[in-house]
């Protein structure tokens, strides 16, 4: 079910758990060895060919090109480039970048330095781990929801599992723009074209990913084992899933249940 509130303050407070003079807090993998976009792109890599010169003043919507200062509503997550990694999975590679998500496209946009004006595009795919401060996007295969025809997509991983047979907790932002509409009568105002931020959240266990609702009574029905006593948990520590406790909530399940597996 798409929310019509995004968790822009849950969320925002990993993206700026960087502080203003360096990568302070990005650790994860490869955390010893930056390699800068400029020494990536003047050597013989492959990060070239996924990456692309697009104009960020424009998207494609509905079989039609947008601009992006005709419609209400931001494109990205956060407009301002904020410095993050990238993660060669192959290479196990860290590049440094300036970095923003732009929703509706499901891309990240990058800058070698804030200050630049040369912006690139990384190509949608499973090659990247793509860090903005502390926040996590990975690519996500075998969603069972189709976003805008795509089982796919990056998300944000809000649990992180110890075993391999324990739960990831993922959230997927989307986004869905809304056309802008004539008035029909002399009255009635023109309507302009807007982006509507919502989200969706997911499980993976067992490479099996699940759409888990943020919802009392729908909340355990996710998960393919120990339906009771998540039902009781959720009773018990009377958690909501309200507004901006909706991810927190989530997460505090999540580990539950991996401490079921783990037991």
Known sequence: MKRTVLLITFIFSSIYGFSQGGYHGISAESSGHYTTMTQVINSTDNFNNNIKNNNPNYFSANGETVNVNDVIGSIYLDKEFKPGKIIDKEKGQAIKAYIRYRIYDDQFELKDETNSGDILTLNR??????????????????????????????????????????????????????????????????????????????????????????????????????????????????????????????????????????S
């Open 125 to 262: 795919g499973n090659n990247y781990t793509i860090y903005i401060g502390d926040s996590k996007f990975t690519f996500l295969d075998g969603l069972p929801t189709s976003i805008r025809g795509s089982n796919s997509g990056y998300v944000l991983e809000l649990v992180t599992p110890t075993t391999e047979n324990q739960a990831n907790l993922y959230q997927k932002i989307t986004q869905e723009y809304i056309p802008g509409k004539k008035g029909t009568t002399p009255m009635e105002s023109d309507k302009k074209a807007r982006l509507k931020n919502g989200g969706l959240y997911f499980i993976k266990i067992k490479n099996t990913v699940y759409e888990i609702e943020p919802n009392k009574r729908k909340a355990a029905d996710a998960f393919p084992d120990h339906k009771n006593e998540l039902e009781k948990y959720i009773k018990k520590e009377r958690l909501k899933f309200r507004s901006d406790d909706e991810a927190k909530d989530l997460a505090q399940l999540v580990n539950y249940y991996n401490t079921l597996i783990a």
